[in-house]
């Protein structure tokens, strides 16, 4: 009987269709739809493009007047931002690598090992997305800053404390996808596994990685993107030696009123971030994420 309920009623829509039988609305006139369509991308012009269009301008601009490519030779040519980019990079990679492990080990726990509060750590991950970074990064000044608990060690103004600082903020951000992934994953799977006799090592390389792939993917590729651009916790650790792109941009607008070298570096960082996020783009395709 379910079964001829669910054969019949398509066919009953069929026959009374939502519309009163006046059959499919026709498209509306392209005129009407370019009109519709204006006020948003003028508005996304207004906003986001144009910004970014006297940004690239101001870098074609040297001082002393005229377009020109000198502003980019200077900036390629100066030790300092070569040290920033591998700085950037390095820092960036490691702290996506650190994340997307300690991110895995802790939403594996949360998803699939029942203890009281294991609702409530989920929620909690959803909340932490909403805190700024600063915040973060002032409570580890509580720990390891000049004054406090081990502050003796000055872990915190070294690179391996803005990696600390990076790693601590960006987990939730791929534990997020992750929880999301495993709350669709079929727990039939892992209960044939068990039964089989593969033990949880083997049940996690074997049936839940492969169904987390997609989503350590977008969660370590936003987290890579968004360490490219981190500005706030490099500036608050206080970390020494430590310039990424985002500083060096700080560093030659407001300390050396360099404006053109300035937005040179401004559009390098913009276009590396573009560039992995369409890599990322293309990758996740192929994947079938």
Known sequence: MAEALTEARPARNRARPRDGGRGPRPAPHPARALLWALPPV????LFFLYPL???????????GGGTSLQPYADVFASAAFRHALWTTVWIALASTAGCLVLGFLLALVIAFVPFPGARAAARFVDVYLSFPSFLITLALLFIYGTTGIVGSFQFLTTPWGVLLAEVTYFTPFVMRPLLAAFSQLDTAQLEAASSLGARAPRIVRQVILPEALPALAAGGSLVLVLC???FGIVLFTGAKGVTTLPMLVY???????DYPGACVVAVVNVLIS???YGLYRVVSRRAGA
């Open 274 to 276: 573009v560039g992995l």
């Open 228 to 230: 490219l651009n981190e």
């Open 251 to 257: 560093s030659k607008a407001i300390l050396e009123s």
């Open 42 to 45: 003028a508005l996304l012009a």
């Open 53 to 63: 269009v006297l940004v690239v301008q101001q870098s074609f601009q040297p001082d």
